[in-house]
């Protein structure tokens, strides 16, 4: 069993928009898609919503199932329930990652990524449940922001010790 989606990579886009998801994340990506088998293409949901500043999250075909299952119990009373319909199922595409672990990138992905030319050189962050694509600079700035959170908590901080928190 696969604990998710981990690790930080970087990855170069062509000029036709193809990218190279990397291969931790492709093994999350086709053990989260039922009836997947070896030598097919697999799937990937990639959510570029207003709410997301110029980054992309990338959901397996299962997570994504998930998610929209609880936006679509929600009741139709709630205005949350057409805004989340909107923002995530409405602003999201499926893409398809082939056997070689390519996906195409779109012009409406690349534009909101920010990649304006070939060779531009993405991040990819896996969250565990999702993994988030970046243009390498804006990741370069999070983890930045990171230290400098880190620097604030003081020499005692132990990060691990936030799970104990509800």
């Known amino acids: 069993m696969l604990a998710g989606f981990t690790g930080t990579y970087h990855q170069k886009v062509d000029g036709k928009?193809?990218?190279?998801?990397?291969?931790?994340?492709?093994?999350?990506?086709?053990?989260?898609?039922?009836?997947?088998?070896?030598?097919?293409?697999?799937?990937?949901y990639l959510v570029f919503g207003n709410h997301l500043d110029g980054y992309i999250e990338a959901y397996t075909v299962e997570?994504?199932?998930?998610?929209?299952?609880?936006?679509?119990?929600?009741?139709?009373?709630?205005?949350?329930?057409?805004?989340l319909m909107r923002m995530f199922a409405g602003k999201s595409l499926v893409v398809d990652v082939d056997a070689?672990?390519?996906?195409?990138?779109?012009?409406?992905?690349?534009?909101?990524?920010?990649?304006?030319?070939?060779?531009a050189e993405l991040m990819?962050?896996?969250?565990?449940?999702?993994?988030?694509?970046?243009?390498k600079d804006q990741a370069d700035i999070e983890e930045a922001e990171d230290a400098a959170w880190l620097e604030e908590q003081g020499d005692d901080f132990d990060l691990m010790a936030c799970l104990d928190e509800e």
């Open 124 to 135: 990819f962050v896996g969250l565990i449940d999702h993994f988030e694509i970046r243009l």
């Open 63 to 83: 997570e994504y199932v998930r998610i929209t299952s609880q936006i679509k119990a929600m009741k139709r009373s709630n205005p949350m329930r057409e805004r």
């Open 17 to 44: 928009g193809r990218v190279s998801i990397p291969a931790d994340h492709r093994r999350v990506i086709e053990a989260g898609q039922p009836n997947w088998q070896a030598g097919e293409s697999s799937k990937v």
């Open 100 to 119: 070689n672990g390519r996906a195409i990138l779109n012009k409406q992905l690349r534009e909101k990524l920010g990649v304006s030319d070939e060779g």
